[in-house]
């Protein structure tokens, strides 16, 4: 216990915690809603459903330590801009996209 509250004596940890909670609650719900988004649908299997988080988890592995440098570079405020612009674009195609575009834009 004594261990748990030297943590949440850093200044800003117990937020920075919070804010790191709500990031990855985010992350999941996109992945289950695209898995049944491709099953439900598209009328695919789980299997398909697995390529296309496989594919978004593959493209987040990849774009973290892209964006880390870019908010480095430029500042959080505007690479969250573009990464909220390049979301919403992404969450709206997929409707309308066939599977094998959908993988890629995973």
Avoid at 26 to 37: P, W
Avoid at 92 to 105: G, H, N, W
């Amino acid at each position: 216990m004594t261990r748990y509250r030297q943590v949440l004596a850093v200044p800003g940890m117990a937020s920075l915690l919070g804010v790191s909670l709500l990031a990855r609650t985010a992350i999941t719900a996109s992945g289950m809603a695209l898995t049944m988004y491709v099953v439900l649908g598209l009328d695919m299997s789980y299997a398909a459903a697995g390529g296309a988080a496989a594919a978004m988890t593959t493209g987040l592995a990849l774009g973290g330590p892209l964006l880390g440098r870019m908010i480095d570079r430029r500042g959080a405020r505007i690479v969250l801009l573009i990464t909220v612009v390049v979301q919403v674009a992404c969450w709206l195609s997929f409707a309308v996209l066939p599977y094998t575009t959908l993988l890629a834009a995973a």
